[in-house]
């Protein structure tokens, strides 16, 4: 259990530090611009033990690996500040004491053996989150946290049925 613990705790300092992931691919975006505009975009010669030979910047090719790659932290981006709308509408719905709590405690970086139940609420309000994030992208959910699959359950059902079958 701690370590649910322990990946609950990390998900809501994720959840609760958004800024820091959003300035981490807007980083990520300016790296890659500059490394886009560093290298060179004219034909050069070149000499490897096959001899001569002339090679060329593919334009199609590359300026087409860039912007798909600057699309897609572009669209990370949004996803993450549509996400810290979701959590800040949350936690504005906060008791303020409640809320001073949580931000105080995952800024703070303070790791304890257990949750709160103002955590904890917290915790399911970032699967709620989660959920409506991958029904707006048409991501199905997740319906195994809800199944038992136990062999138990499963003889029972099966016997369930069989009887309602006349079997």
Known sequence: MEGNILEQQKKIWFYLNLDCEIRRFKDQIKIIKIHFYDQTMTSGIRWTELGLFSRGFKVEKEVINHLDLITYYENRIEGLRL???????????????????LLNKYTNHKIEDSLTKIELEFYDELHEIEEAMNYMRG???????????DNEVLEEDFNNILDMIEV
Request: net charge negative; charged share 30%.
């Open 83 to 101: 996400k810290q709308r979701y959590v800040n509408d949350y936690l504005h719905m906060l008791d303020p004491d409640n809320k001073q709590f």
């Open 139 to 149: 991501i199905a959910p997740d319906l195994s946290d809800f199944l038992e699959l």
